[in-house]
Nanobody
Framework: QVQFVESGGGYVQPGGSLTLSCVVS??????MGWYRQAPGEQLELVAR???????HYADAVKGRFTISKDVAKNTFYLQMNDLRPEDTAVYYC?????????WGQGTQVTVSA
């Protein structure tokens, strides 16, 4: 069963940067993405690999976020630059296009002055 452990979140001022990490176990072939859920909002897919090679980003984060991976470590990253208050959410990694049933604990990102 695939499992995910996210880390790297925190509190940052607007314009700041964070890098999130996701360690995946139980599968070396999963195509991954980063999701987020803000309070009172629906889950949103913000960045993903497409066919494990190309990348795709939600319009809200395009040009600011970058998804990457270290295949040897089975670890995925989300580099987030120029963070905005509307990026405040719990961030999760999971498979795409359909997420696995078991989610990790997520990592909280708070952007505030």
């Amino acid at each position: 069963q695939v499992q995910f452990v996210e880390s790297g979140g925190g509190y940052v001022q607007p314009g700041g940067s964070l890098t999130l990490s996701c360690v995946v176990s139980g599968s070396h072939y999963a195509v991954m993405g980063w999701y987020r859920q803000a309070p009172g909002e629906q889950l949103e897919l913000v960045a993903r690999f497409v066919y494990d090679a190309y990348t795709h980003y939600a319009d809200a984060v395009k040009g600011r976020f970058t998804i990457s991976k270290d295949v040897a470590k089975n670890t995925f990253y989300l580099q987030m630059n120029d963070l905005r208050p509307e990026d405040t959410a719990v961030y999760y990694c999971n498979t795409v296009p359909s997420p696995a049933e078991n989610w990790g604990q997520g990592t909280q990102v708070t952007v505030s002055a």
